[in-house]
């Protein structure tokens, strides 16, 4: 597909990054805050921000939302959830009663590492993206503490899981739109052009810290 | 002490960088941060959808009404706060006293504002942000005194308008004054920016830097007199990142439903019928005073500079 139009979620967060940074990787961006912007997207990317806001564009659209997100990716859609975009994307939210979309299959652990003075940055190897380290920034971040059997883990910090793939759906629980490093948003792009499955999965596994 | 910037951990990673701390306002961008005196308010705050809340003893109407000394709040009011809440809780340091701000650090608070509506603690000299590891928000009224704290390391800036007026005049005045000049100096010549960055009392480096990019280098929300959904949109329209609502909400006669109204309009604040539909049947709003009618000592804004 050449020249996609890429949804970010604007209810909350730093969708303009998302934005800018999808559209560096040569893609054409758009801001969703009605159930209708959801139509016409090629792809949706769920920014950083606060997850408890994002419920409310659910509760705004009569809980249409998440069936809508469930629909789009059924259908193949790519979806990518930044940080807090990763908890609204988990099936299992550790610890609390929140509501999510669950079209991944992982259990994440919100604020783990805890607060802010606690937020770091720091260089991973995603092999995916080539040899170069990837800057990885983040704040009050989750951690995905298991996956299940379709998931592909593409990198971890300290043994945790920092970005991983199920099929059309990816997560990352930092956030590569707030650097100029554009390989995160260009491998999603390509998602959206080879929708297909991912070539291998690696078994469950269970990590605890 | 955690106050060292950019510590190192032992695996590589590093706290409290530049970056670390500007990435934190980052992500409330589009969100209302408000001001909780307890954690019952906080958790109301949360429920509506605030994107942060803010810590403090009183809210600003109240520390205009009771008059005294306004410090940084009870440490224990503040850890009561941040266990009731999954979302950022930021609290208040008098401008200029760092082992207020030392000491919130400490409680795991997750950004700090130095604050005009406390009393000073130094009438010259503000913190010094770039020791902490945690994010400052600061109050401007024009792009100088933006500069200056930002210069000084604050990682977010806010307008300071009136706080606790429930007027929204001078909140207007200072995004105006701040977007304003930014869209001045987008057209200057570059040979006048250093007069202009002496007329103004801010960095050269900074004027320079935010003449190239068309905006601060820090996210900048909009506080001080913010009461209503009407009022929120009318400062996301004029052009700031989010905004902060003080006495606006828990000084009003239906806080949740208020407090929810504002979080959406500021969300649609582009969309007068969402607008309308999330104003109608608020209940009492704030008992507002004008900023006009305050003689020149209870004047806020006027305090740091």
């Known amino acids: 597909m050449s020249n996609p139009l890429v949804g970010v979620l604007a209810i909350q967060g730093d969708f303009a990054e998302h934005r800018h940074a999808i559209e560096q990787a040569g893609a054409r961006s758009a801001e969703i805050r009605h159930l209708r912007d959801l139509e016409k997207i090629d ?12 419920n409310k564009f659910d509760d705004n659209f009569g809980g249409q939302v998440f069936a809508t997100l469930n629909d789009c990716a059924k259908n193949g859609m790519p979806i990518y959830g930044t940080c807090m975009g990763s908890i609204v994307l988990a099936t299992h939210i550790e610890g609390r009663e929140q509501r999510s979309t669950g079209l991944m299959d992982i259990t994440v652990r919100r604020n783990a590492y805890g607060p802010q003075k606690k937020s ?8 995916e993206l080539g040899a170069e380290p990837f800057l990885a920034i983040f704040i009050r971040a989750p951690q995905i503490v298991s996956v299940g059997s379709g998931v592909t883990v593409m990198a971890t910090v300290n043994d945790t899981i920092a970005m991983a793939r199920q099929k059309n759906i990816l997560v990352t629980t930092f956030h590569p739109e707030i650097t100029s490093d554009m390989r995160v948003h260009e491998y999603f792009l390509s998602m959206i052009k ?3 499955a991912p070539a291998t999965a690696t078994p469950a596994l269970a990590l605890s810290k | 002490m955690a106050t060292k910037q950019a510590e190192k951990k032992q695996d590589g990673a590093q706290v409290g960088t530049e970056r670390v701390k500007k990435a934190l306002p980052q992500m409330l961008k589009g969100g209302v941060i408000m ?16 994107c942060a809340v803010m810590a403090l003893e009183r809210v600003p109407a109240d520390i205009r009404a009771d008059g005294g000394v306004a410090r940084m709040s009870d440490p224990e009011l503040v850890s009561k706060i941040i266990e009731s809440v999954s979302i950022p809780v930021m609290a208040k340091a008098r401008i200029g006293h760092f082992v207020e701000a030392q000491i919130l650090e400490s409680l795991g608070v997750d950004c700090i504002d130095e604050s005009e509506v406390l009393t000073p603690a130094d009438e010259e000299f503000h913190i010094d942000k770039h020791k902490f590891t945690i994010p400052f928000v600061c109050g401007a009224r024009n792009l100088g005194e933006a500069l200056r704290r930002i210069g000084e390391g604050a990682a977010m800036m806010r307008t300071k308008g009136e706080a606790g007026t429930g007027d929204v005049v001078e909140a207007v005045r200072h995004a105006r004054a701040i977007l304003g000049a930014i869209k001045k100096l987008q057209v200057m010549p570059d040979e006048e920016l250093m007069t202009y960055a002496r007329d103004l009392g801010a960095p050269y480096e900074l004027v320079k830097k935010v003449k190239e990019e068309g905006k601060l280098p820090v996210v900048n929300f909009a506080a001080g007199g913010i009461a209503t959904p009407a009022d929120a949109a009318l400062l996301m329209q004029l052009g700031v990142d989010g905004v902060f609502v003080g006495s606006g909400i828990f000084k009003s006669g239906n806080p949740l439903k208020r407090a929810q109204a504002i979080v959406k309009a500021t969300t649609y604040f582009n ?3 969402v607008l309308a539909d999330v104003s109608r049947n608020l209940g009492e ?3 507002g005073r004008t900023a006009q009618s305050l003689s020149p000592e209870e004047t806020l804004a006027v305090r740091g500079w």
């Not at chain 1, 770091?120 to 092999?127: A, G, V």
């Not at chain 2, 005196?37 to 906080?42: F, S, Y």
């Open chain 1, 43 to 54: 792809a949706l990317i769920i920014p950083g921000g606060e997850s408890t806001t994002i």
């Open chain 1, 120 to 127: 770091f940055e720091t260089y991973l190897d995603i092999k």
């Open chain 1, 194 to 196: 080879k929708p297909e």
């Open chain 2, 35 to 50: 001001d909780v005196v307890n954690a019952e308010q906080a958790k109301i705050a949360e429920e509506s959808g605030a």
């Open chain 2, 271 to 273: 969309d007068p019928e």
């Open chain 2, 285 to 287: 709003p704030m008992v």
